[in-house]
């Protein structure tokens, strides 16, 4: 115990996960920790190793599926300001894992920098976004990378070219890192220009997009050259509801949380949906969002 005692960052014991989700929904953390710097996240992973303990990395929780269940391990946030700094270099900008995705649109307006727009309205931390390639249609993290600092799960830290990382569609193949920052390519812009394509990227997410009820976005990845929200839709799945999860009025791809939902409601929805869509279209959907078992 006394190790804990020298933490500079934010030690939780039994942390309830369900207030780090978007979702609202999961169990107690044994330990929940936001390391002050590097290096403490460095010596947090090597104790972790040592004492055989899980570790799981949480951003903003707004594509996470967490257990109702306590989770004997350690759940780390990278929330220290060490993690979310934001540093512009002529076209670049050196991002913070931690910081939110709001913070690098607004900062790359601010510097007249295009290429983030398409980012607008979209929940989620650098490193959450990066670690899963997130975007839009024709449009990904992978588009603006051009390095990432990462440390693996022993304490090292090194340097990753984009050249090294195989991207795909919502996968960055870096799940035996932990992102610690990224370094961003944009072009130079037009400040009205970029306003203007932000306020697109505004309004559309707020038409199509239910973010008025807990939600974790988007619930599946899209099939090849299918639209899963669509074929949800076509099904009638609209509005279909167990517990307290329900599939979202606004848009089939979202599984809300009507209030007491639990991580068993939205499993079983998922399931009943993946089970429509293939029997109707003999389509396999696949999770888009992570689950916590």
Request: hydrophobic residues 40%.
């Amino acid at each position: 115990m006394n190790w804990w005692k020298k933490l500079r960052g934010k030690l939780k014991i039994k942390e309830p996960i369900k207030k780090h989700t978007t979702l609202g929904i999961g169990g107690k953390a044994k330990y929940f920790i936001e390391p002050f710097d590097e290096r403490e996240l460095s010596e947090i992973l090597k104790f972790a190793k040592q004492a055989s303990f899980k570790v799981r990395l949480i951003g903003a929780g707004s594509n996470i599926l967490s257990s109702d269940k306590p989770w004997n391990g350690i759940v780390i946030k990278l929330a220290a300001k060490n993690f979310t700094k934001l540093l512009v270099k002529k076209t670049h900008i050196i991002a913070g894992a931690g910081a939110g995705l709001g913070s690098l649109v607004k900062k790359a307006k601010e510097n007249n920098l295009t290429g983030a727009e398409f980012l607008a309205g979209i929940p989620g931390t650098i490193g959450g976004a990066v670690f899963m390639n997130a975007g839009i249609k024709d449009l990904s993290m992978a588009d603006l990378v051009e390095k990432i600092r990462v440390m693996d799960y022993n304490g090292n830290v090194m340097i990753l070219d984009r050249k090294k990382i195989v991207f795909s569609y919502r996968e960055s193949g870096l799940n035996k890192y932990i992102i610690l920052a990224v370094v961003f390519r944009f072009k130079s812009g037009r400040r009205q220009a970029i306003e203007g394509r932000i306020a697109r990227y505004l309004v559309e997410r707020r038409l199509k997009q239910d973010w008025r009820n807990p939600s974790a976005g988007c619930v599946f990845k899209n099939p090849p050259g299918k639209s899963a929200g669509q074929l949800i839709d076509i099904c009638g799945l609209k509005g279909l509801n167990i517990g307290g999860a329900q599939v979202s009025y606004k848009h089939a791809n979202f599984i809300i949380n009507k209030g007491g939902a639990n991580s068993t409601d939205v499993a079983t929805l998922m399931r009943r949906i993946k089970r429509e869509i293939k029997c109707k279209f003999r389509v396999n959907l696949y999770p888009e969002i992570v689950i916590w078992d």
